[in-house]
């Protein structure tokens, strides 16, 4: 079990871990999760980079304040995150919400990052779980209050672990379900989860899409993993990356669902050591910057929404 160690930003505190050296990998995890969400492969990757896994603000270590849950209040905590560090750029590989950020760190700050690898990202279409969207609906918080009592939250964890090891495909994430509900026993958790949701999910879905702003991916590597198994967003958003971001490098694992670094770790790692091996890491121009800009998304914007670009056929990982 890797150290955890703390930073205090703006009066809160953060908590991350930090492995290896070499080029720096920032690991972002999902909604509700923590950097524990990466353990199956910290160990691995650190054996050729510097791997720094924060829990986001508002889970896991890290306090959970009223402040600002929003993708940009995010990626502005990273970028504050590594400049306290003397990080200057890096791989951001982000989970879920966490790929959201990524994105989103991308965006706000592309001369800090050297390429983006996405695991089930949030934001390449409208369709989500309805049990996240449940979160913003007004009876959540005394129905999680309940559930989160000592008692009933230890039949409802144990149950659901014991239905994880059941093989299927609506059953393989039920354990990383139970580690979020023993987490939202802490009503500050339960507090920053449902602002954050808010801020990005409505009862239609999806509030934030990179498709708007994807054409920029242009000046930077992309690859993005996915589960064929996925319950919380689905596999088939995966198709939208060869209209959106078309030189992206993209990867199905089979017999994996929401956390296919978990399901498959030495997968993943073999991944995400390639993607770093064969491609250059981003330059940021910011002449090509205003090219693009000029330029506009138009075009894959059109083919996106009318569905008339070809699709790419996407590797599959048994």
């Excluded at 990005?200 to 991916?217: F, H, N, P």
């Amino acid at each position: 079990m890797s150290e955890v160690e703390f930073v205090t930003i703006h009066g809160h505190r953060r908590a991350f871990v930090r492995k290896g050296s070499g080029p720096v990998l920032l690991l972002l995890h999902g909604l509700a999760c923590d950097h524990t969400t990466w353990s199956p492969v910290i160990d691995r990757l650190a054996k050729h980079y510097t791997v720094i896994a924060p829990d986001l603000l508002g889970h896991g270590l890290s306090d959970k304040p009223r402040a600002d849950y929003t993708l940009g209040g995010y990626a502005n905590g990273m970028r504050d995150l590594l400049t306290l560090l003397g990080i200057d750029r890096v791989t951001v590989v982000g989970h879920s919400f966490g790929g959201g950020i990524a994105m989103q760190f991308a965006y706000q700050f592309p001369e800090r990052t050297e390429r983006m690898l996405l695991v089930a990202p949030g934001g390449l279409g409208p369709e989500v779980t309805m049990l996240i969207k449940l979160i913003q609906a007004p009876g959540w918080e005394p129905v999680m209050r309940l559930l989160t009592q000592p008692g009933l939250r230890h039949a409802s964890t144990t149950a659901l672990r014991v239905l994880s090891t059941v093989e299927t495909a609506h059953t393989r994430d039920l354990d990383e379900i139970a580690d979020i509900l023993e987490s939202w026993k802490d009503p500050r958790t339960r507090f920053a989860i449902r602002h954050l949701v808010r801020a990005a999910i409505d009862w239609k879905g999806q509030i934030v899409t990179m498709s708007d702003r994807a054409y920029l991916t242009e000046t930077v590597p992309v690859a993005v993993v996915w589960g064929r198994d996925d319950q919380v967003l689905p596999v088939h958003q995966l198709e939208s990356v060869a209209v959106l971001a078309p030189r992206a490098a993209t990867y199905v694992f089979e017999l994996a669902g929401h956390f296919p670094h978990k399901d498959h770790p030495e997968r993943f790692v073999e991944v995400v050591h390639d993607f770093v091996r064969t491609t250059q890491p981003s330059k940021y121009s910011r002449a090509r910057m205003r090219q693009l800009l000029q330029r506009g998304s138009l075009t894959p914007v059109r083919q996106a929404e009318g569905g008339e670009a070809p699709v790419e056929p996407v590797r599959a990982l048994a």
